[in-house]
């Protein structure tokens, strides 16, 4: 088993839709969380982190499921610019080493 | 500019040849990463230093080797490369002593071609 999965997709949606995507981790000491975006040949960027008690920036929402080691990032009223690829991120050690182990990515096209 | 700097951006040679990748950042983190990104295979950690002088292995840090002389800069070298090192490489840095939920910050990576 992975140690971070994500469903690569793609996703296609519309513009205007909500799009939710799901990464399961297997360690279940994992302090750390994070959604990055990364654009074709770019650099990975960071979008938000992922706080146990759930957070929003804007029309992203983030959620941390403990019990069942996943956490899930909403995506609402998508815009041709959200496409990209979303990288679920998790510190997979239980104290501050600062190492992240990255899943392969969820890919998301919003079209016209 | 750019708080994360990687050279070359791009970078083709020979089978056997030596290559120094570098990066170089004016954030002040004490924290420095390279990561290797395959198509289907996501980022893998190849080497991280904590401090100046610090080096720990990744998950796939065979065929490779790093050096940190100074708190901004981290260079990784593949002493003979070899093709299946064809691949996007990124640095990164994080900042320690912010608790735990530190996010990393990348370079613009540089794209390794081996013939």
């Known amino acids: 088993r992975k140690e971070v999965e994500q469903d690569p997709g793609p996703f296609n949606v519309p513009e205007g839709a909500t799009v939710a995507f799901n990464c399961t981790y297997s360690?279940?000491?994992?302090?750390?969380f994070f959604w990055y975006r990364q654009d074709c040949r770019k650099e990975p960027k960071l979008l938000m982190s992922?706080?146990?008690s759930g957070n929003e920036d804007g029309r992203f929402t983030a959620q941390l499921n403990r019990a069942s080691q996943y956490i899930s990032l909403l995506i609402r009223d998508s815009k041709l610019s959200d496409s990209a690829t979303y990288l679920c991120?998790?510190?997979?050690?239980?104290?501050?080493?600062?190492?992240?182990?990255f899943g392969q990515g969820t890919t998301l096209q919003v079209k016209p | 500019d750019a708080d994360v700097t990687q050279t070359p951006r791009n970078r083709i040679t020979k089978t056997g040849k030596r290559i120094m990748l570098e990066c170089s950042q004016t954030?002040?983190?004490?924290?420095m990463y390279w990561y290797r990104q395959d198509p289907g295979l996501g980022l893998r950690l190849i080497y991280y230093?904590?401090?100046?002088?610090?080096?720990n292995k990744g998950e796939i840090s065979d065929g490779y080797s790093v050096s940190r002389q100074a708190q901004a800069k981290f260079s990784l070298s593949l002493e003979s490369a070899i093709p299946n090192q064809t691949a996007l490489y990124f640095c990164?840095?994080?900042?320690?002593?912010?608790?735990?939920?530190?996010?990393?910050?990348f370079g613009d990576g540089t794209r390794l071609s081996i013939l």
């Open positions: 990164a840095t994080s900042d320690p002593g912010r608790g735990d939920n530190q996010p990393q910050h």
């Open positions: 360690n279940s000491a994992s302090q750390s």
């Open positions: 992922v706080y146990s």
């Open positions: 991120v998790v510190n997979m050690f239980s104290s501050n080493t600062g190492k992240l182990i």
């Open positions: 954030k002040g983190h004490d924290r």
């Open positions: 230093s904590f401090d100046v002088k610090d080096i």
